[in-house]
């Protein structure tokens, strides 16, 4: 009996130590409501709009620092999920997410506020401020940002994500073009 419970309280312990995790999450409208914003119209067109999208992070935020189109901050829409590993209470965790921003116009100034990265034990806010343009939007379509992927690694598993939240509307195609140009580059 006493060899059992050893056993068991070695299967426990053993258990507790080493363990793995997994979480999704989600930030902002649903996808139907994407969907709706988009096809009323409330949400710009891929003709005269540009939608930032990136992944690696769980929260984004920018200023619109334009006048004409007013200062504003929009919020990121977010899916993604944390997995990991715990190994002897030391955590090895890996953030698989997706991100954008609604569509915004072309002639857009854009500064990144804050951004949040998720790890083991614990999440990463960098806040940038809201002095200065990071980006002006000067042509129409998608543009990836990732400071940490410099070689867009992600952005195709970034569009795919993206891709339902703008399933039948206008920028479906421009999504699965920019999918198909990423997919002949890594043939190369």
């Known amino acids: 009996m006493k060899k059992l419970i050893g056993i068991v309280a070695l299967i426990a312990a053993t258990m507790t130590a080493t363990s793995c995790f997994s979480t999704g999450y989600k930030f902002g409208a649903s996808k139907s409501d994407v969907k709706k914003a988009v096809t009323s119209g409330n949400w710009g067109s891929p ?58 116009p072309v002639g857009s100034e854009i500064a990144i506020y804050a951004y949040r990265n998720s790890g083991a034990y614990g999440d990463t806010v960098m806040y940038c401020g809201i002095q200065g343009v990071d980006y002006v939007f000067n042509k129409p379509g998608l543009l990836y940002y990732d400071k940490n992927d410099p070689e867009h690694k992600n952005e195709y598993e970034s ?27 890594s043939k190369k």
């Open 159 to 185: 569009l795919k994500s993206m891709q339902s939240y703008f399933k039948n509307t206008d920028w479906e195609p421009v999504i699965e073009k920019r999918m198909e140009e990423l997919a002949n580059e």
């Open 47 to 104: 003709k005269d709009c540009v939608v930032l999208f990136g992944s690696e992070y769980v929260d984004f935020h920018v200023f619109q620092q334009n006048p004409a189109f007013g200062y504003q901050r929009y919020d990121a829409q977010v899916s993604g999920t944390t997995t990991g590993t715990s190994i002897f209470l030391v955590a090895v965790a890996k953030t698989k997410s997706m991100f954008f921003i609604r569509p915004l």
